[in-house]
């Protein structure tokens, strides 16, 4: 089946089929034409890997960010970052990176980072004299923490798929690489802005202006407080937290800032809807290409021929990035998750790689992938938010290249980064 499934799914790709119809065309097609399995195995396995009580923080969690990341929220997140470094040599783009940062605690999603406070940055350094190339690739490379700064979707699928860690250890290994990322992506920004002349041109703030911003923004971003702590003392699960996000969400919209009405809950339960069908559905098709290849053997042929090699730590560390980013190339997160991490992670952890340094890694170098060509899906979001072609935004992109592969490196070499604060807090 695994010479129809292959050659089927990266066509399909290649044509620019969805990647979940993708998936599960390619599999229909390995069975009719590979298989005596009849083709409703399909349903089967797609239905059984939805069917998964851990999976309800899916929705949830997007629904929390679909309230959060509206209004006076997004503002005050936006006026925080912007009072902390917007008087800095390249402020704006710095204010760029520090916003998303922040988002990241909020909505755990890369895409929803740059189509939601991105797209508010990228108008506002456009009016401060940026090119609007820049700005956008700049927006791409920022929202990369989106899923690596707690809570993030992305690290809930993987601690499905690998018993070695939990949501909640995932979640605080992944504070610390985030914070690496956002700095790699802050540096490159000031090289370019120094390069260019994009100056400041505001005054930095009072110390009490700022006390003021920061207190106002607090509420909104209390949610990573409440969800990690939540988890870590044991109050409540993951997937309770990830209702407890959406409460939390509606008082503070309501009666903190006061920027959502009745009137909007029924668009915004509807966007959060699309959103989660389409994830879920990512993952429901990617269950069934997975077992597809468990069925031919694949990921216990790759396991063995990898140990194998009798390879160090460091060079599979270094093997695991290139093959990740490659696969990054055409493939989105969700899936790569679930197609991988089983066959890998054993590997991992008879190298002795501390399994949630391993997890990040794996959801960083994945994460990568949505800002490089042909897939990259934070491309094309940010290409129809400011109206530019995906190729005027990838000529801007090669210093943000460089700066998060170093640190890509940096987090693949230095374990401790991921594996600090989960053995501190008691993970």
């Not at 010479?3 to 790709?13: D, Q």
């Not at 290649?14 to 034409?33: C, D, N, R, Y």
């Not at 216990?300 to 460091?314: F, H, K, R, V, Y």
């Not at 990259?376 to 995906?390: A, E, H, Q, R, Y």
């Amino acid at each position: 089946m695994a010479e129809i499934l292959f050659p089927a799914l990266f066509v399909l790709l290649a044509l620019g089929v969805p990647v979940a119809f993708a998936m599960a065309i390619s599999v229909f097609a390995a069975l009719s034409f590979g298989s005596t399995y009849p083709n409703l195995v399909v349903v089967k396995e797609m239905f059984s890997g939805l069917d998964s009580f851990p999976l309800l923080a899916v929705p949830f969690f997007v629904l929390a960010a679909e309230i959060m990341t509206g209004g006076a929220i997004t503002l005050a997140v936006l006026r925080l970052a912007q009072s902390l470094v917007g008087h800095l040599r390249g402020g704006l783009g710095h204010a760029n990176v520090v916003s998303s940062a922040m988002f990241a605690g909020i909505s755990g999603s890369a895409l929803a980072d740059a189509a939601g406070p991105g797209t508010m940055m990228i108008r506002m350094m456009e009016k401060g004299g940026y090119d609007r190339p820049y700005a956008g690739a700049l927006t791409i490379a920022s929202s990369v923490v989106g899923p690596i700064i707690p809570p993030s979707i992305t690290m809930i699928i993987y601690a499905m798929q690998d018993q070695e860690v939990s949501v909640g250890s995932l979640f605080m290994a992944g504070v610390l690489p985030g914070v690496v990322i956002t700095l790699a992506v802050l540096f490159a920004n000031a090289r370019v802005s120094h390069l260019r002349g994009y100056t400041s041109g505001a005054p930095r703030p009072p110390v009490a202006e700022i006390a003021r911003i920061a207190f106002y923004a607090v509420p909104a971003l209390l949610l990573i407080v409440l969800i990690v702590g939540g988890i870590r003392f044991g109050i409540f699960t993951p997937t309770e937290a990830s209702v407890i996000a959406v409460f939390y969400a509606l008082v503070v919209g309501m009666f903190v800032y006061r920027s959502l009405r009745l009137r909007d809950l029924p668009d915004i339960i509807l966007r959060a809807a699309l959103t989660s069908a389409a994830v879920l559905l990512i993952l429901g098709a990617a269950r069934a290409f997975a077992w597809v290849l468990i069925i031919e053997g694949i990921p216990q042929l790759l396991a063995d021929t990898i140990i194998g090699w009798e390879l160090s730590p460091i060079v599979f560390l270094l093997a695991v990035n290139l093959l990740l980013l490659v696969f990054g190339l055409f493939m989105d997160p969700l899936p790569g998750v679930m197609i991988l991490v089983p066959i890998l992670a054993p590997i991992s952890l008879a190298m002795g790689i501390d399994p949630n340094h391993f997890a990040i890694v794996v959801i960083v170098n994945l994460t990568l992938g949505l800002t490089t060509p042909p897939v990259g899906s934070l491309i094309f979001v940010v290409s129809s938010t400011v109206n530019l072609k995906p190729s005027t935004l990838i000529r801007e992109m090669p210093p943000f290249f460089i700066a998060l592969a170093a640190a890509l490196l940096l987090i693949t070499f230095v374990p401790s980064l991921s594996t600090w604060l989960p053995r501190v807090s008691g993970f």
